[in-house]
């Protein structure tokens, strides 16, 4: 059943469709649906495009969540819609592309870290082979451990929930009390798995990059569009937070903690197989990270 994307309310249609319609593309003949709890419209998205589904989804708007988890892409048979599917593997190319391009500008820029001395000499097929195997099992390793964390503490937390809420008796009078919106706990695997992809969209942004030159000042790796991805990076965890928040109704410290443990999951993946490829810690996330913080204290020294 849909809901209301501003007070997460159930309602039985999002919009009505008249028959005698003169242009639907316009908008004539579709009326969309009120909600009964907060008198707005239920799902106002119906009526937009993607361009404003995605300014919305950088800008974090719990209402553009509700509408493509709930009412657009959600399904109870625990099956992934097909848009999910295309959408997962773009993301996955395009991770390719970031960490390939990351691991060559790291090898150019420092070659003592030994970034050159066993992936760099193979055919580039081999290495588009390597970095799609990495990714692809750094993003199996991260939706599998926040799937299990919150099949483990979610439904632990339901649980707790279910058995204080059956403790006061029903009142009398049905107006005064309504009925739980979006039950915690109930998302099925690929709901959340769902929720993670869309609300990965932000890794596009890294697209520019091939506009705009990937090095910073005089070489350094410091640079703002060579450590864009990073940023990026930091953008998308964000985002899960706020998506599984929204999903789970789990409250911020449990989808902070869940999207974390996946970030981790996957930073761990990506280390282990880059140590494999002989490649240096600079090039790898923790790289990312230790470099972000190396410019933060100098900005604060500098300051």
């Not at 501003?6 to 003949?29: F, N």
């Not at 553009?64 to 009412?71: D, T």
């Not at 820029?109 to 001395?117: L, T």
């Not at 070489?219 to 985002?239: D, E, P, Q």
């Given at each position: 059943?849909?809901?209301?994307?501003?007070?997460?309310?159930?309602?039985?249609?999002?919009?009505?469709?008249?028959?005698?319609?003169?242009?639907?593309?316009?908008?004539?003949?579709?009326?969309?649906?009120?909600?009964?709890?907060?008198?707005?419209?239920?799902?106002?998205?119906?009526?937009?495009?993607?361009?404003?589904?995605?300014?919305?989804?950088?800008?974090?708007?719990?209402?553009?969540?509700?509408?493509?988890?709930?009412?657009?892409?959600?399904?109870?048979?625990?099956?992934?819609?097909?848009?999910?599917?295309?959408?997962?593997i773009l993301?996955?190319?395009?991770?390719?592309?970031?960490?390939?391009?990351?691991?060559?500008?790291?090898?150019?820029?420092?070659?003592?870290?030994?970034?050159?001395?066993?992936l760099s000499?193979?055919?580039?097929?081999?290495?588009?082979?390597?970095?799609?195997?990495?990714?692809?099992?750094?993003?199996?390793?991260?939706?599998?451990?926040?799937?299990?964390?919150?099949?483990?503490?979610?439904?632990?937390?339901?649980?707790?929930?279910?058995?204080?809420?059956?403790?006061?008796?029903?009142?009398?009078?049905?107006?005064?009390?309504?009925?739980?919106?979006?039950?915690?706990?109930?998302?099925?695997?690929?709901?959340?798995?769902?929720?993670?992809?869309?609300?990965?969209?932000?890794?596009?942004?890294?697209?520019?990059?091939?506009?705009?030159?990937?090095e910073g000042?005089?070489?350094?790796?410091?640079?703002?569009?060579?450590?864009?991805?990073?940023?990026?990076?930091?953008?998308?965890?964000?985002?899960?937070?706020?998506?599984?928040?929204?999903?789970?109704?789990?409250?911020?410290?449990?989808?902070?903690?869940?999207?974390?443990?996946?970030?981790?999951?996957?930073?761990?993946?990506?280390?282990?197989?880059?140590?494999?490829?002989?490649?240096?810690?600079?090039?790898?996330?923790?790289?990312?990270?230790?470099?972000?913080?190396?410019?933060?204290?100098?900005?604060?020294?500098?300051?």
């Open positions: 059943m849909p809901i209301c994307i501003t007070c997460s309310t159930p309602v039985k249609d999002l919009y009505t469709v008249y028959s005698k319609a003169d242009d639907r593309t316009l908008g004539k003949g579709v009326r969309l649906t009120q909600c009964p709890n907060c008198k707005r419209f239920a799902d106002k998205y119906v009526e937009h495009d993607f361009v404003v589904l995605f300014i919305d989804l950088v800008l974090i708007k719990p209402q553009v969540y509700r509408h493509l988890l709930f009412n657009r892409l959600g399904r109870s048979d625990n099956k992934f819609d097909p848009s999910i599917l295309r959408l997962g993301l996955v190319l395009f991770d390719v592309y970031i960490t390939w391009a990351r691991i060559e500008k790291t090898s150019a820029i420092s070659p003592h870290n030994g970034a050159g001395s066993g000499g193979m055919p580039i097929l081999t290495q588009y082979i390597f970095f799609l195997t990495m990714n692809v099992m750094a993003t199996v390793a991260q939706h599998g451990i926040i799937r299990l964390l919150a099949r483990v503490f979610v439904t632990r937390h339901e649980l707790q929930g279910d058995s204080n809420t059956q403790q006061p008796a029903p009142s009398s009078s049905g107006n005064s009390t309504r009925p739980p919106t979006v039950a915690p706990g109930h998302a099925s695997p690929s709901a959340i798995s769902t929720a993670l992809l869309v609300s990965s969209c932000t890794k596009l942004f890294p697209i520019l990059l091939v506009i705009w030159p990937t000042k005089q070489g350094v790796s410091s640079g703002f569009a060579f450590r864009a991805t990073s940023y990026v990076g930091w953008a998308v965890l964000i985002n899960n937070i706020e998506a599984l928040l929204i999903l789970l109704n789990c409250g911020y410290v449990t989808a902070t903690g869940l999207a974390v443990s996946g970030m981790l999951a996957r930073w761990a993946v990506e280390g282990w197989a880059l140590s494999l490829a002989g490649l240096g810690r600079d090039a790898g996330p923790m790289g990312d990270l230790v470099a972000a913080l190396a410019v933060a204290g100098k900005w604060l020294v500098g300051r």
